[in-house]
């Protein structure tokens, strides 16, 4: 079964430093999406993504962070100078249509 | 706002006990209500959703727009339904979706 694979699965940065995630979706979905969640709290939506652009994003996706489809199958988060506070997991999530998105496993980040 | 409570982060019951998680939601408009499940070290799998009205692995949930509410219910609970479960609701333009908090439910043998 096609699945959302992300990666790295954690990632250890200095907090100022730039970081990537990487997320392959599946491969026929056209909307992507990233979502993270601190340590014991729920699942926050960042950003959607959808034909080349960011259809919506929250007010947690602020100029630090950007998203890009470099090539035809990779969806990636950069977060330009980390803090503290962004130490969280990391989940994509695609899907075909809107009304159900499949995610990875999830980057662990850490900012030390 | 669109808004999703779950107003129990732990769950626990015997394993044949029914179980109900429960959520509730405030929206505006006509909402789309999911539940999702992660188990142990995977990730975030849809469950449930109401439009489709279905049963999964012997849950079920009940969009009740008078009350509001979202449960999702077994009559059986079993140990392999030990997860964290997620009420989620889909956002206005239909592109992204608002979690609740989260219900971490133990089945215990």
């Known amino acids: 079964e096609p699945e959302v694979t992300q990666t790295p699965s954690h990632q250890v940065t200095q907090m100022g430093q730039e970081v990537i995630l990487r997320c392959v979706p599946i491969?026929?979905?056209?909307?992507f999406y990233w979502y993270r969640q601190i340590l014991g709290q729920k699942v926050e939506f960042l950003v959607s993504?959808?034909?080349?652009?960011?259809?919506?994003k929250s007010e947690i996706f602020d100029d630090q962070f950007s998203v890009e489809r470099p090539d035809g199958s990779n969806f990636t988060l950069k977060i330009r100078s980390t803090k503290l506070e962004d130490s969280a997991m990391y989940f994509c999530?695609?899907?075909?249509?809107?009304?159900?998105?499949?995610f990875g496993q999830g980057t662990r980040l850490t900012v030390v | 706002a669109q808004r999703v409570t779950q107003p129990e982060k732990l769950l626990s019951v015997f394993k044949g006990a029914p179980v109900e998680l429960k959520c509730n939601y405030s929206?505006?408009?006509?909402?789309?209500l999911f539940w999702y499940v992660q188990y142990s070290r995977q990730r975030l799998q849809l469950l449930l959703r109401?439009?489709s009205r279905e049963s999964i692995k012997g849950f079920t949930a009940d969009l009740n727009k008078g009350e509001t509410s979202f449960h999702l219910k077994k009559p059986f609970a079993q140990e392999e339904d030990s997860a964290m479960y997620y009420c989620?609701?889909?956002?206005?333009?239909?592109?992204?979706?608002?979690f609740g908090t989260g219900t971490s439910l133990t089945v215990i043998p």
């Open positions: 999530a695609s899907s075909e249509r809107w009304t159900e998105a499949f």
């Open positions: 109401h439009i």
């Open positions: 993504f959808y034909n080349n652009e960011i259809s919506e």
């Open positions: 989620a609701l889909s956002g206005p333009t239909g592109n992204q979706f608002y």
């Open positions: 491969s026929n979905h056209l909307y």
């Open positions: 929206y505006s408009g006509s909402p789309e």
